[in-house]
């Protein structure tokens, strides 16, 4: 019920944000994404089938937040369905749908408030029950430190919908974002999120936390080549102490091939495991996408 009472908390606050950035039209900017992205991956692991270690060059501010079986008390953790192993492999395609739609508004020359509602939905071709729907609300504040450094701090509410409904629950967070832009064609960026699931069983219910480093560089005028390592551990409520983590690298391209229209290509490679014997996976996730961003 707490978690429950902070969604709700945090979805006002950024209603009355949305109301507040309204009132002075005339400071007021809005923007909005919507993305299309098509992933094949040789090992999918269930408890991170939502949390893939990000994508730089998609939307960053949207709440994009982490199956099934009966779970007998001699137990130790989640069947190999949802951990994966070093010894069976599943392979799969999904596609996934985005959505966001934000407004922001200037406070000071180098200071400015946003707040967005986003949703998503992720369809398996083979592994239906790892599908599901998340949609939400972020606001916080951008702002900048002169000429290279810039940063981003917002509060997020979610709800999720899953294929099993165990799964099923709303999430809180926090998500810090610093951005250093060495040269016209150099950046860097950081990203801590923290996050707080209450699923309906509380093998599902857990405290995420997620660190990633991105670089880009611009290689032609509308080109991107990008870089990531993505570090993510969540700890669950049951089995006590049950805890998974992830090591993600990823390499990519975007292409803005129309004014305002974006192609991207990644590779990632992920390395998972938890403190359970026999849960130590390697997933290969292949991605392309397409994107419209106003």
């Keep these: ?33 919507v993305a299309v992205r098509g992933t094949y991956e040789d090992n ?13 060059g998609m939307p960053t501010y949207g709440p994009m937040m982490g199956v099934s079986g009966v779970m007998s008390g001699a137990m130790m953790g989640p069947p190999s369905s949802l951990t994966g192993s070093s010894t069976q492999s599943k392979s799969d395609t999904s596609i996934n749908l985005f959505a966001d739609l934000g407004a922001s508004t200037e406070i000071t020359s180098d200071a400015s408030l946003f707040v967005i ?39 997020n509410g979610s709800i999720k919908r899953y294929q099993d409904s165990q799964r099923d629950g709303s999430a809180y967070g926090a998500t810090l974002i610093l951005k250093e832009r060495f040269t016209p064609t150099f950046w860097l960026k950081e990203i801590y999120d923290y996050e707080k699931n209450d699923a309906d069983s509380p093998f599902f219910t857990y405290d995420g936390n997620g660190a990633s480093i991105w670089a880009g560089y611009l290689v032609a005028p509308q080109t991107t080549v990008l870089a990531g ?5 969540r ?57 419209y961003s106003f």
């Design 1 to 33: 019920m707490q978690v429950h009472r902070s969604v709700n908390s945090a979805i006002v606050l950024c209603s009355a944000l949305f109301m507040y950035i309204f009132v002075p039209a005339a400071q007021a900017g809005i923007f909005y994404d």
């Design 44 to 56: 999918v692991v269930g408890l991170l089938s939502d949390k893939r270690g990000g994508y730089a």
């Design 117 to 155: 509602g986003s949703a998503q939905h992720t369809s398996y071709s083979t592994n239906t029950q790892f599908d599901y729907t998340i949609g939400g609300l972020s606001t916080g504040i951008y702002k900048g430190f002169g000429d290279v450094l810039s940063g981003k701090f917002a509060i």
């Design 229 to 233: 390592y993505y570090y993510l551990a």
């Design 235 to 291: 700890d669950y409520d049951q089995p006590s102490g049950f805890k998974v983590t992830s090591n993600t690298i990823s390499l990519g391209l975007e292409h803005e091939f129309a004014k305002k229209w974006f192609f991207d290509a990644q590779y990632s490679h992920q390395i998972s495991d938890s403190n359970v014997a026999g849960t130590y996976t390697t997933d290969n996730i292949y991605s392309i996408g397409l994107r």
